[in-house]
């Protein structure tokens, strides 16, 4: 029973579930949505950055605005707010004490 070290599903003849090339596409026909790349919290995580976690991830449909489409978010929505959370980052060093609070009223 090994498990994948990025995002703790097990691994299945060796290899990740979720380790994904591509992810699916969205198939509602609403144009908001169509087309987007969407998936698990799994899936999400092996295609955003190195240090990013599942739990994160998970926070991020909490309290950062990431959708929860039928179960799937998607890709570019977490990459916005990776992207947003490293910005931060660079500016004051710890940025997720900062937003706790922030972004649940948001
Ligand atoms: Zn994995």
């Known amino acids: 029973m090994t498990r994948c070290p990025r995002c703790g599903l097990r691994l299945t003849a060796g290899r990740c ?7 699916p596409r969205c198939t509602d026909p ?10 698990t919290v799994q899936q999400l995580v092996h295609r955003l950055g190195a240090d990013v976690t599942v739990g994160m991830v998970r926070q991020w449909r909490k309290r950062k605005g ?5 179960g799937l978010s998607f890709l570019d929505e ?4 990776e992207g947003d959370i ?4 660079d500016r004051r060093g710890r940025p997720r004490r900062v937003d706790v609070g922030a972004a649940v009223a948001a």
């Open 30 to 39: 609403d144009p908001r949505y169509y087309g987007r790349e969407y998936g």
């Open 78 to 81: 977490a990459q916005t707010i």
């Open 66 to 70: 990431l959708g929860n489409h039928d």
């Open 86 to 89: 490293r910005r931060r980052k």
């Open 17 to 23: 579930p979720a380790d994904l090339p591509e992810l």
